[in-house]
């Protein structure tokens, strides 16, 4: 981890006085960030993946080292060994039941289709488990001036309480997400310490419901037009119509995406309490808008890039034809190689960019417009003996894939 000096006050902005909100920096350098996930994307490929827990641990001391908070950093103290472990540890629990799912999913969708939902869903549910103890892991390896934070609480019982808001989601369309999230938060804060800091979570869903009901109803909208004007308008109209409904989600989708996303960061932040420290942010749409647009144009272009190489790669292979000794065309295994190394490159390039588009750039733009209040109150900070929490968690969510990094 990099060395930081906070000798410089001219560098970091410190409070005034003793009420006014201490500014939160964010001090990395974009380019040291894009070397070192698009190293570690290579690494990854190298190596079948498993560069991916030294990956996870280098981005979040990037991330953790350049989080200056009251002119202190931020450090991550977990290592890529801990993930390593905590992915075979539980990839041993999970191979169980991942067979049991295969064997079973497999002759219920024999017997009948879509029988083996009920398996899907329960793997969905455990997802909630592992996020939960993830979560934990990650806090316990956090430190903030030589002090560690901590999580206690239950991942079954989050990963309960989940499920039961997950299902009234689905039958309400979406619309009990802010409440579910007001809850699960909660029980996620009151869960949390800093030292004997308390946390807590003061955010209500009718708040956020209040400023993000728009969005809820537009995407509604935008997600139905191109199925329902076909419909309802004369054939002439409905085609221009339904593409211009096309068009309209294709750009539509990532400002609303923005606006939710700012919505819920701003809702979120203001809402969490540790003892009487509380957030205050300055976020705006436009912050991210600029930025989720970079990502998807990215994500666009290298799609359109990759289906013209395919079709190129298919048409001179069907100039060069080979011919089976049965009789059959089949194509060459250079076609073959072409197009497997065009989808390598394809997803590197995509896994990268969401590394910094979705992580880093988010992580900055957030982290920038933060300042804490009455940050004196973290400056005798007592120690809290609890209990040590070990990776299983981050294994659970790297096995179903639940975690960002």
């Not at 996930?37 to 560069?51: K, N």
């Not at 999970?94 to 009948?112: F, T, V």
């Not at 996620?188 to 109803?217: C, E, P, Q």
Request: proline share 4%; glycine share 12%; no cysteine.
């Amino acid at each position: 981890m990099s060395d930081i000096s906070f000798a410089d006050d001219s560098v970091v902005a410190q409070p005034s006085s003793v009420g006014d909100p201490a500014p939160i920096l964010f001090t990395g350098d974009n380019a040291e960030f894009r070397r070192l996930v698009t190293r570690g994307a290579l690494l990854e490929l190298v190596t079948a993946g498993f560069y991916r827990f030294w990956l996870a641990t280098n981005m979040r001391r990037y991330l953790w080292s350049n989080t200056i908070i009251g002119g202190d950093a931020l450090e991550y103290v977990g290592t890529a060994r801990e993930l390593l472990f905590g992915f075979f540890f539980a990839l041993v629990i999970l191979a169980p039941a991942y067979l049991a799912y295969l064997l079973i999913g497999l002759e219920a969708e024999r017997q009948k289709a879509f029988a083996s939902l009920p398996l899907g869903l329960f793997f969905a549910a455990f997802g909630q488990f592992a996020i939960y103890r993830a979560r934990r892991y990650r806090l316990h390896r956090t430190s903030w001036r030589g002090l560690r934070f901590g999580m206690g609480g239950s991942g079954l019982a989050y990963m309960f309480r989940a499920i039961g808001w997950g299902l009234l989601i689905t039958v309400t369309l979406g619309l009990a997400l802010p409440w579910a999230e007001a809850s699960l938060e909660r029980y996620k804060m009151r869960n949390t310490s800093y030292g004997d800091l308390d946390g807590d979570f003061v955010g209500r869903g009718g708040d956020f419901f209040k400023h993000g009901w728009w969005i809820w109803a537009t995407s509604l909208v935008l997600l139905v037009s191109p199925l329902v004007l076909p419909s309802v308008l004369p054939l002439a109209i409905g085609g221009p119509a339904t593409i211009l409904g096309g068009v309209a989600w294709l750009f539509g989708g990532p400002a609303l995406y923005a606006a939710f996303k700012t919505e819920q960061w701003r809702w979120w932040l203001q809402g969490l309490r540790l003892g009487g420290l509380r957030l205050e942010t300055n976020l705006t749409t436009s912050a991210l808008l600029g930025n989720y647009f970079v990502f998807f144009g990215i994500f666009i272009g290298v799609m359109l890039l990759f289906g013209v190489f395919a079709g190129v790669v298919a048409t001179l292979a069907g100039a060069h034809g080979v011919i089976s000794p049965a009789g059959a065309p089949q194509l060459p295994t250079t076609t073959l190689v072409a197009w497997i190394a065009g989808y390598v490159v394809a997803f590197l390039t995509i896994g990268v960019a969401a590394r910094i588009y979705l992580t880093q750039r988010v992580w900055k733009i957030v982290a920038g417009s933060l300042s804490v209040r009455e940050l004196a109150l973290a400056e005798n900070v007592a120690a809290r003996a609890g209990p040590t929490e070990n990776a299983i968690g981050e294994g659970f969510a790297d096995n179903l894939d639940v975690v960002g990094f």
